[in-house]
Each structure stands twice: as C-alpha cells, then as structure tokens.
C-alpha cells in the first residue's frame, strides 16, 4: 500500500505540475508548439486525476485531451495555413 | 482611460476578486470530504442492485441514465454539425492531397513511425474494444473505449495511409453506425416503457458474479452501444477535417 504522506506529496506535486502546464500552454505563442504544450497538458490532468482515484475520468481525459483534441486543432491549424499560402 | 488608471482599475478588481475568492474557500469542505449523502448511499447499495463493480458506469448507464441520454447526443449533434458545416461546396475544388510548396523538400514519414503506428492500431482497437465492453466490470465505459477505437483508425492516417483510412471509413457506414449506436441507446429505453417500466429500467438479467462480462444487464449493453456511437462521431469528426484539409481547396 502506498501511505498516505506519498500520496499527499504525490498530489501536491502534480498539481503544482498542472498550474506549471497551463501557463506554459498560455505562454506559448507559436500555434503548433502551443498544440503540442498542451496535448502534454491533457496529459497531465489525466496524471492527476489518476492521483485523486477517478480513473474513469482519466480515460476520458487521455483520449479526448491528450490525442483528440489536439489532431482536430492540428488540421485546423493546417487549413487556414493552406488558406493562407 | 490612460494606462495608469486601467492599472489602478485592475489592481482594484483583482483584489476584490482575491478577497471573494479566499471568502469562498473558507466555506469549502475539508480536503477529500464530502458531504453530500448520495455518494456513499450509491456506494452501499450499487453492486447489489446492478452486479457491476464498475459503480461509475452503473451511475452513468442506470441510476442517472436519462441524463447520458443528453449527454450522448451533444457528441451526435455535433457529428452531424460538422457534416454540414464542412460538406463539399459548390465553388470547392476537390483534388488529390498535392504538396503545395514544390520548392520545399517535405521528407517522407520515416519507415520507424509508419511501423511503430500500423503495430499499434491492432492493440489499440483491442484496448478500445475491452474497455466499451468491459464498463460493468472496471473503470472503463463506452465513451473512453469509443474514442480510444476511433484514435486506431487515427493511426491508419498517422502511418501515411489517407487512401486506407477513408476506404476504411466510408462517410454511409459511420453515418449508420452512429445512428445504431444513438437509437440503440434510446430503443434500450422505450422498450422498458413497453413493458409499463420506467425509461431505461434495468429489465435485463444481471447474471450471478458481479463484474463479469455477462453481468448488469442493459448497463453492460448500453455502454456497446455508446461505444460504436462514439467510435463512429469521432472517426466522422476527424474525417471530415482531414478531407477539408487535405483534398479541398475553394
């Protein structure tokens, strides 16, 4: 069994790791690294929600955060690039 | 407004804000308490009543089952939106996927990424195809599998084979599919009205081991049929967008 400090520390780590992720999503400027920064984002909410037991939750998240999302604003990036040429 | 005043402004919003909000949080809940009383009423009673031990989807498919009803036909509505939107236009030229900057040298996706995609879409529509069964035994559920099912036929695209992955994805059979799918979830709930039941009452067995795959009676085949619908949307969605993206041009 993992103890319960662990668990708080593992906790009070990825939450940090979150609110670190989403400003490096706002912060970033160029479109397709802003993509990827935050399919990495998706990514670690769904960390987070496996470290707070809701692994129903993570599942969603992984798929529709971390690889979903991020194809559908890859090939809208991609249109209005090709628009714009 | 000069600078210094919006300054000024926003200094004073911000510290409202920050007093509201630490106001608020006084009245929070402890840390991983909750107080509300349907939580550990579900728990005691969920396994019994339904034989899933996947009490989450027990929760989605039956106890709040009208409301997934909803929940699953945002997901169609949206499908069906972007056909629409995003159908073939009258002055839309649809040509062949064409480099577009012929000066530039575009390297070919190296034979490690097509190998390493192709090996995965095998195991990634098993994945997906466990978890939309499985959502009476574990956490898993039609809508995580659907998606998951739809992302290995993502991969087909991911490993360079457009061709295959709209040969695969004919638009008539995902629309079908989705719409089986959709009604299926619906019809699973009239017919409990036809038998003078509440909608989508649980009028299946529920089998005798909790969990197994034969347990949990329309919980178990609802969450297939939320799990092709789901499959369906989002190979649809994406589709779409590659076909904009890819063949079309105004």
């Given at each position: 069994?993992?103890?319960?400090?662990?668990?708080?520390?593992?906790?009070?780590?990825?939450?940090?790791?979150?609110?670190?992720?989403?400003?490096?999503?706002?912060?970033?400027?160029?479109?397709?690294?802003?993509?990827?920064?935050?399919?990495?984002?998706?990514?670690?909410?769904?960390?987070?929600?496996?470290?707070?037991?809701?692994?129903?939750?993570?599942?969603?998240?992984?798929?529709?955060?971390?690889?979903?999302?991020?194809?559908?604003?890859?090939?809208?990036?991609?249109?209005?690039?090709?628009?714009?040429? | 407004?000069?600078?210094?005043?919006?300054?000024?402004?926003?200094a004073v919003a911000a510290a409202g804000l920050v007093a509201c909000y630490l106001w608020a949080f006084t009245g929070l809940p402890g840390f991983g308490s909750y107080p509300g009383p349907y939580g550990q009423e579900i728990l005691r009673v969920a396994v019994q009543q339904t034989n899933a031990t996947g009490v989450v989807s027990a929760i989605?498919?039956?106890?709040?089952?009208?409301?997934?009803?909803?929940?699953?036909?945002?997901?169609?509505?949206?499908?069906?939106?972007?056909?629409?939107?995003?159908?073939?236009?009258?002055?839309?030229?649809?040509?062949?996927?064409?480099?577009?900057?012929?000066?530039?040298?575009?390297?070919?996706?190296?034979?490690?990424?097509?190998?390493?995609?192709?090996?995965?879409?095998?195991?990634?529509?098993?994945?997906?195809?466990?978890?939309?069964?499985?959502?009476?035994?574990?956490?898993?559920?039609?809508?995580?599998?659907?998606?998951?099912?739809?992302?290995?036929?993502?991969?087909?695209?991911?490993?360079?084979?457009?061709?295959?992955?709209?040969?695969?994805?004919?638009?008539?059979?995902?629309?079908?599919?989705?719409?089986?799918?959709?009604?299926?979830?619906?019809?699973?709930?009239?017919?409990?009205?036809?038998?003078?039941?509440?909608?989508?009452?649980?009028?299946?067995?529920?089998?005798?081991?909790?969990?197994?795959?034969?347990?949990?009676?329309?919980?178990?085949?609802?969450?297939?049929?939320?799990?092709?619908?789901?499959?369906?949307?989002?190979?649809?969605?994406?589709?779409?967008?590659?076909?904009?993206?890819?063949?079309?041009?105004?």
């Open positions: 069994m993992i103890s319960a400090g662990l668990m708080n520390t593992l906790q009070v780590t990825v939450l940090v790791l979150v609110a670190v992720g989403a400003t490096v999503v706002v912060r970033t400027r160029t479109r397709v690294r802003q993509v990827l920064a935050l399919s990495v984002y998706g990514m670690l909410l769904a960390i987070l929600f496996l470290v707070f037991q809701a692994p129903d939750v993570t599942l969603s998240e992984l798929t529709v955060g971390a690889v979903v999302l991020p194809i559908i604003l890859l090939l809208a990036i991609a249109k209005v690039r090709k628009r714009e040429q | 407004m000069t600078p210094r005043q919006r300054l000024w402004f926003f989605n498919f039956e106890y709040r089952g009208f409301d997934t009803v909803g929940e699953e036909f945002i997901l169609f509505a949206a499908a069906a939106g972007m056909s629409v939107v995003l159908r073939k236009l009258r002055e839309e030229r649809e040509t062949e996927p064409a480099d577009e900057a012929e000066s530039r040298t575009v390297p070919p996706s190296s034979s490690a990424v097509r190998v390493a995609a192709l090996l995965m879409v095998g195991p990634t529509a098993l994945l997906g195809w466990w978890l939309a069964s499985h959502a009476q035994a574990s956490p898993s559920g039609g809508f995580q599998g659907g998606v998951i099912l739809a992302s290995a036929f993502i991969l087909i695209y991911l490993a360079g084979e457009f061709l295959s992955f709209r040969r695969l994805s004919p638009d008539a059979l995902l629309n079908a599919v989705e719409a089986v799918g959709a009604g299926g979830f619906v019809a699973i709930g009239l017919a409990a009205i036809a038998m003078n039941l509440p909608y989508l009452y649980n009028y299946l067995p529920l089998g005798t081991v909790p969990g197994a795959v034969s347990s949990s009676g329309t919980i178990a085949l609802i969450s297939f049929f939320v799990g092709i619908e789901v499959a369906a949307a989002f190979v649809l969605i994406v589709g779409e967008l590659l076909d904009q993206t890819l063949l079309r041009s105004a």
